[in-house]
Nanobody, 121 residues
Framework: QVQLVESGGGSVQVGGSLRISCAASGKSVSTICMAWFRQAPGKEREGVAMIGGNLVLYADSVKGRFTISKDDAQNTLYLQMNSLKSADTAMYYC????????????????WGQGTQVTVSP
């Protein structure tokens, strides 16, 4: 089991930047696959970015704007979000599992509680 705690969400204007974090405990982030998902009101949860071993994936909607990274020493996952758009407004969730499942959320067994990101005009 991996315990995940997100932080860093908040309100930002269109075009701004924000970095959200996911502190992990129970396993080293260097040994597991981790991903960011998001869910906006009335919409399904969607994958944003994933990192595991040498594999990094991004949703088309965030490519070139978001960067996922891990800090092994801090045992923390990050998502740097630049050039934010109103469409990025959502609750952002951190997920982890021993294997990488891309953006298939049903296969990830460990989830954080989420952190809200709101992008306003």
């Amino acid at each position: 089991q991996v315990q995940l705690v997100e932080s860093g969400g908040g309100s930002v204007q269109v075009g701004g930047s924000l970095r959200i974090s996911c502190a992990a405990s129970g396993k080293s982030v260097s040994t597991i696959c981790m991903a960011w998902f998001r869910q906006a009101p009335g919409k399904e949860r969607e994958g944003v970015a994933m990192i595991g071993g040498n594999l990094v994936l991004y949703a088309d909607s965030v490519k070139g704007r978001f960067t996922i990274s891990k800090d092994d020493a801090q045992n923390t996952l990050y998502l740097q979000m630049n050039s934010l758009k109103s469409a990025d407004t959502a609750m952002y969730y951190c997920a982890a599992d021993l294997y990488c499942y891309g953006f298939v959320s049903e296969h990830y067994n460990n989830w954080g509680q989420g952190t809200q990101v709101t992008v306003s005009p």
